[in-house]
């Protein structure tokens, strides 16, 4: 795994600052774990991707997170710290499910590969269709992960409500294990509130923060020493801010 630091920060930055939210995932995978192909990266379970993401958060940022969200019952903000490698361990603990019968098909757990393929659509219902299509596969398939066939839409199609009822709780029953869900205790009222993290678009967000203050490091000891970028980002965090406390005594 490669730490995303100092100049990698950088290039994973300027990857993904442009790129839609699951490409850059991927795109962060991919610059982390080289050795593995991009098409098994995102093909990943992706309560196996969330997990590799919260390892990649630990070496990278440190393994605390600090969330913060309002309490539903009274507005207050809640705080709460989260240690990565422990969630990472949570979701790998949770037993994968097997393929579940359908028909003539099994359902597997859906991937990145799936979310990219709805990624633009705004008609939730057609997302559904895509989504539910996709992680069907036919019994017996030599591959889990094969990519659909237009047979599974044709066969989605023509079933009853009540059974793509049936098939969306598998989907949710199946896909639990990619979730990260935490209940918190609000401290004014006392309310219990269940949130969701959403890892890749945390972590997305913190990687880009991090990136910006790596660069304005970066020019405040240009502009003193006229150091290179390069020099600079290669520096230990503590060596950086030592000098920064220089440049500002």
Partial sequence: MGRLIGERLLQAWERIRSLPEQEAVL???ALSWPQRPEGELARL???ERNALLLDLRAVTLGPGIEAFAV????EAQLELTLDARELAAGLRAQQAEQPAGTGPFTMRP???LDLLAVGTMHDEQQAQSILLARTLVPSGAASPAADPEPDQGKWLA???ESARTALVAQFEQINAAAEIRVEVECAACH???MLDLDIARFFLRELAAAA????EDVHQLASAYGWSERSIARMSGARRAAYLGMVGA
């Avoid at 910006?212 to 660069?215: A, F, G, T």
């Fill in 45 to 47: 379970p992706l309560g």
């Fill in 158 to 160: 023509a079933q009853p």
């Fill in 110 to 112: 859906a991937n990145t």
């Fill in 191 to 193: 309310a219990r509130t």
């Fill in 212 to 215: 910006r203050r790596l660069m």
């Fill in 71 to 74: 309490c539903l019952k009274c």
């Fill in 27 to 29: 795109a962060v995978l």
